[in-house]
C-alpha cells in the first residue's frame, strides 16, 4: 500500500497530448485520489496547449516529468515507437506506470520491460479496455451457453476517406497491424487461451493523390489503408478468423464478433448482441465502451494505492503481441507458423 497526503493527493505524470491522453486526463482529473497532473508533449507548446485546455501543470520535457521525486506513477500515452523508451525510464526512475498497448512493437523489448519491472517491484499495467466493454463482458458471460466453440469470426473495418499522415498510419511507427491494434488479439486470446498455429496475410495501399501514388520522401512509410487477415488455431479445438482494416479503401464500417458451437451461436455486430441457439433468437444486453478508461484508470489507482488486482496482467498482454508479432513473421515468410 502506498502512503499519500489525503489533502494533497497523488501527484500523477502523463506523458501525450493525443486522444487516448485526452481521455486519460479526463479520468484523472474526475478521481478525488489525484491532486495534481503534470503533462509532457511532443513539443513543449503541445504540452502547454493541452494543459491550458484541461487545466493541469505542463511540464515542457517528458524527461523533466519523469525526473520530478515528487510524481507519484506515470501514465503514458504516447506513440508506439516512443512508449518503451518512457516506460523504461519511468520504472528505471522508481515509478509505478500505466501505459497504453503495446507496451513495445518487439516482443522481446516489452518482455525486457515487464522484468524490469518485477526486479524493482513497481506496478506496470498495459491497458486494454477491450476487456472492460461491454461486448466483452457479453462475450465472455455466454460463451458457455453455445457449447463447444468451433469457429470463430472478429472483424473491424474502420473507412476514412482521406487517412491522416500521421504515426498511426506509418508502417514502421505504428506497427504491424495486429501489433498496433493488439485488442484483436488480445480478445480472442482471452476468450479461447492458448494458440496451437496461426497463417495470417497482410496488404498496404499507399498514399495517392487524384488516383496517383505519392512519391514518399526518404524514411516515409505512410499507406492510405490496410488490411490484415489471421487464422488462429487454438489449443481448445476453435478455428478464429480476425479481420482488421482501415482507411480509404472502405466504403462501410464493420465491427462484428461471431462465434458458433455446438449448441449454439453468438453474434455480435456493434454494441448489440444475440444467442442462436436453435429456431430461438435471445437479444443479449450489451453496454458500450462509455466509462472503460474512468474504470481502467480507476483499477490502476486501486492497484497503485491497495495492491488490488488489476483486471488484466502484463504477462497477458505480452501473449498477445507474441502473437501478433508471429502473425507478421508468418506474411513475412508466406507460412504457417506452429507454437512450441
Same mark, same amino acid.
Given at each position: 500500500?502506498?502512503?499519500?497526503?489525503?489533502?494533497? =493527493?497523488?501527484?500523477?505524470?502523463?506523458?501525450?497530448?493525443?486522444?487516448?491522453?485526452?481521455?486519460?486526463?479526463?479520468?484523472?482529473?474526475?478521481?478525488?485520489?489525484?491532486?495534481?497532473?503534470?503533462?509532457?508533449?511532443?513539443?513543449?507548446?503541445?504540452?502547454?496547449?493541452?494543459?491550458?485546455?484541461?487545466?493541469?501543470?505542463?511540464?515542457?520535457?517528458?524527461?523533466?516529468?519523469?525526473?520530478?521525486?515528487?510524481?507519484?506513477?506515470?501514465?503514458?500515452?504516447?506513440?508506439? &515507437?516512443?512508449?518503451?523508451?518512457?516506460?523504461?525510464?519511468?520504472?528505471?526512475?522508481?515509478?509505478?506506470?500505466? &501505459?497504453?498497448?503495446?507496451?513495445?512493437?518487439?516482443?522481446?523489448?516489452?518482455?525486457?520491460?515487464?522484468?524490469?519491472?518485477?526486479?524493482?517491484?513497481?506496478?506496470?499495467?498495459?491497458?486494454?479496455?477491450?476487456?472492460?466493454? =461491454?461486448?466483452?463482458?457479453?462475450?465472455?458471460?455466454?460463451?458457455?451457453?453455445?457449447?463447444?466453440?468451433?469457429?470463430?469470426?472478429?472483424?473491424?473495418?474502420?473507412?476514412?476517406?482521406?487517412?491522416?499522415?500521421?504515426?498511426?498510419?506509418?508502417?514502421?511507427?505504428?506497427?504491424?497491424?495486429?501489433?498496433?491494434?493488439?485488442?484483436?488479439?488480445?480478445?480472442?486470446?482471452?476468450?479461447?487461451?492458448?494458440?496451437?498455429?496461426?497463417?495470417?496475410?497482410?496488404?498496404?495501399?499507399?498514399? &495517392?493523390?487524384?488516383?496517383?501514388?505519392?512519391?514518399?520522401?526518404?524514411?516515409?512509410?505512410?499507406?492510405?489503408?490496410?488490411?490484415?487477415?489471421?487464422?488462429?488455431?487454438?489449443?481448445?479445438?476453435?478455428?478464429?478468423?480476425?479481420?482488421?482494416?482501415?482507411?480509404?479503401?472502405?466504403?462501410?464500417?464493420?465491427?462484428?464478433?461471431?462465434?458458433?458451437?455446438?449448441? =449454439? &451461436?453468438?453474434?455480435?455486430?456493434?454494441?448489440?448482441?444475440?444467442?442462436?441457439? =436453435?429456431?430461438?433468437?435471445?437479444?443479449?444486453?450489451?453496454?458500450?465502451?462509455?466509462?472503460?478508461?474512468?474504470?481502467?484508470?480507476?483499477?490502476?489507482?486501486?492497484?497503485?494505492?491497495?495492491?488490488?488486482?488489476?483486471?488484466?496482467?502484463?504477462?497477458?498482454?505480452?501473449?498477445?503481441?507474441?502473437?501478433?508479432?508471429?502473425?507478421?513473421?508468418?506474411?513475412?515468410?508466406?507460412?504457417?507458423?506452429?507454437?512450441?
Amino acid at each position: 500500500m502506498v502512503d499519500q497526503n489525503p489533502k494533497q =493527493g497523488l501527484r500523477v505524470g502523463l506523458v501525450g497530448t493525443g486522444f487516448v491522453a485526452r481521455l486519460r486526463v479526463q479520468a484523472l482529473t474526475g478521481d478525488e485520489r489525484v491532486g495534481e497532473v503534470l503533462v509532457a508533449g511532443r513539443s513543449p507548446q503541445k504540452g502547454q496547449a493541452f494543459a491550458e485546455k484541461w487545466g493541469v501543470t505542463s511540464v515542457p520535457q517528458w524527461q523533466e516529468l519523469i525526473d520530478d521525486s515528487a510524481v507519484d506513477i506515470v501514465f503514458v500515452a504516447s506513440t508506439n &515507437t516512443h512508449r518503451p523508451m518512457v516506460v523504461r525510464s519511468a520504472l528505471e526512475a522508481g515509478k509505478a506506470v500505466a &501505459t497504453e498497448y503495446p507496451l513495445a512493437l518487439d516482443p522481446t523489448e516489452a518482455a525486457g520491460l515487464i522484468k524490469l519491472a518485477q526486479d524493482k517491484k513497481l506496478l506496470l499495467h498495459v491497458e486494454h479496455i477491450e476487456r472492460l466493454g =461491454g461486448v466483452h463482458r457479453a462475450l465472455m458471460r455466454h460463451l458457455p451457453n453455445i457449447g463447444e466453440p468451433i469457429y470463430g469470426r472478429y472483424c473491424t473495418l474502420s473507412p476514412k476517406r482521406s487517412a491522416p499522415k500521421s504515426w498511426t498510419y506509418s508502417r514502421s511507427q505504428f506497427g504491424f497491424p495486429f501489433v498496433g491494434a493488439l485488442s484483436r488479439i488480445q480478445r480472442t486470446t482471452h476468450a479461447f487461451g492458448k494458440v496451437e498455429s496461426l497463417s495470417a496475410a497482410a496488404t498496404y495501399w499507399d498514399t &495517392t493523390v487524384e488516383g496517383e501514388p505519392v512519391n514518399h520522401q526518404d524514411g516515409e512509410d505512410f499507406y492510405a489503408a490496410c488490411l490484415a487477415q489471421a487464422q488462429l488455431r487454438f489449443s481448445a479445438g476453435p478455428i478464429v478468423e480476425v479481420v482488421y482494416g482501415k482507411g480509404d479503401r472502405y466504403a462501410q464500417p464493420e465491427r462484428r464478433f461471431e462465434v458458433r458451437g455446438t449448441e =449454439g &451461436t453468438l453474434i455480435f455486430d456493434g454494441s448489440e448482441g444475440i444467442l442462436l441457439r =436453435g429456431e430461438e433468437a435471445i437479444a443479449l444486453e450489451v453496454g458500450g465502451k462509455r466509462g472503460s478508461f474512468n474504470r481502467d484508470t480507476a483499477a490502476v489507482l486501486d492497484g497503485f494505492l491497495d495492491n488490488k488486482p488489476l483486471y488484466i496482467s502484463v504477462e497477458e498482454s505480452l501473449y498477445a503481441l507474441q502473437v501478433a508479432d508471429l502473425a507478421r513473421q508468418a506474411v513475412v515468410e508466406n507460412r504457417t507458423i506452429s507454437f512450441e
